[in-house]
């Protein structure tokens, strides 16, 4: 039903579970645009646990593409 009402949002989902894993406890927002710099999000792994975690930076990318992002929790 979600592939027949949002089909490029569910594929983007379903893509990110397959990489990652469960990705329902992030926000919204975050999962589609991830965090700022700067930013702390607080995420609930299970009833009574919260993980706070906050971006500090993150480094020119790097020849290969990728740049390494620094967290805090």
Same mark, same amino acid.
């Given at each position: +039903? *979600?592939? %027949? +009402? /949002?089909? =490029? ?5 379903? +893509?990110?579970?397959? $990489? /990652?894993?469960? +990705?329902? @406890? %992030? ?5 589609? /645009?991830? %965090?700022?710099?700067?930013?702390? @999000?607080? @995420?609930?792994? =299970? ?11 993150? *480094? ?6 990728? $740049?390494?992002? %620094?967290? *805090? *929790?």
């Amino acid at each position: +039903m *979600s592939y %027949l +009402m /949002y089909p =490029e949002v569910f594929l983007k989902f379903a +893509m990110a579970r397959s $990489a /990652y894993g469960n +990705m329902e @406890i %992030l926000p919204t927002p975050q999962f589609f /645009y991830g %965090l700022e710099r700067a930013q702390e @999000i607080a @995420i609930e792994l =299970e009833p009574g646990k919260t993980l706070v975690v906050k971006l500090l930076t993150v *480094s020119d990318p790097h020849p290969d593409r990728y $740049a390494h992002a %620094l967290f *805090s *929790s």
